[in-house]
């Protein structure tokens, strides 16, 4: 039985004292033991506050994005080690807004996640596809293309310390949610992809749905038996409603 796991990818929102506001107010929710793995993921300057307010709760935290390279010349870049050393757990790979927005293809994406595990961070690697490739039945397509990039970079077995996230472009900031039925199609798919290369690590690894996941929508996306929890955008940005997503993944 796989554990769920919540995350909230809180994007360029925040500050420090709603850091520290938002991972004590869950850890006090779940004082008395969480329902699921829960962990905060605010952006850079934020870390190092939300690990220092998560150390000896049921919080963990990772980071928004993740350098491919370890050191150097590279401004502006965070490498794997700086986010290890703060204590972060997770870092988030191939969001669809980096994907689009930073211009990061494939291969970038696979190194990042190869740099996050070489630094003993479990990547939360993103895929999903855009409205036009849904209307177009290209949805298996592109998420085979996004997922085998990185086997084919990093290997099964590096799918034993990482977790997936589906997240459909078009669900993402809209309102508009995968149904169950449509996300459990998609999980099934990518668990599909891995059991193709190791039974026992498709069994294993986490598939998180996001885009639109709210307190009213968690519980029946969660049931589906290949979701094993959400990343969370916009409602991981206040306690309550963020604890109520981590409780339907109980
Ligand atoms: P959303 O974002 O929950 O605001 O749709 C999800 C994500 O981008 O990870």
């Known amino acids: 039985m796989r554990q769920k796991l919540v995350a909230g990818n809180w994007k360029m929102y925040g500050s420090r004292a709603m850091t ?9 929710e779940f004082a008395d033991g969480a329902p699921c793995e829960i962990a905060v993921c605010p952006p850079f300057p934020f870390l190092e506050e939300a690990c220092r307010a998560a150390g000896g709760t049921p919080v963990t935290v990772g980071a928004q994005d993740v350098s491919d390279r370890d050191e150097g010349a ?7 080690a700086m986010l290890a050393e703060i204590g972060c757990r ?56 996004q997922v085998r990039a990185v086997l084919a970079a990093a290997g099964i077995e590096a799918f034993a310390r990482a977790v997936i996230a589906y997240e459909p472009i078009w669900a993402i900031g809209t309102g508009r949610t995968a149904t169950p039925e449509q996300a459990q199609a998609v999980h099934a798919f990518i668990r599909g992809l891995l059991r193709a290369e190791n039974a026992n690590i498709a069994d ?14 968690a519980a029946e996306i969660f049931a589906m038996p290949d979701v094993d929890g959400g990343l969370v955008g916009g409602a ?10 981590c409780r339907a993944a109980g």
């Open 20 to 28: 520290r506001a938002l991972v004590a107010g869950l850890a006090a």
């Open 204 to 217: 294993f690894v986490k598939v998180l749905y996001g885009g639109s996941v709210k307190a009213a929508n």
């Open 74 to 80: 590279f401004t502006g870049q965070v490498s794997g």
């Open 90 to 145: 997770y870092a988030i790979v191939g969001h669809s807004e980096r994907r689009s927005l930073n211009a990061e293809d494939d291969a970038l994406v696979a190194a990042k996640f190869l740099a996050a595990q070489r630094h003993g961070l479990a990547p939360i690697l993103c895929v999903g596809e855009s409205l036009e490739e849904r209307e177009a039945d290209r949805t298996e397509e592109v998420v085979a293309r």
């Open 236 to 245: 991981s940005l206040e306690v309550e409603g963020f604890a109520s997503i």
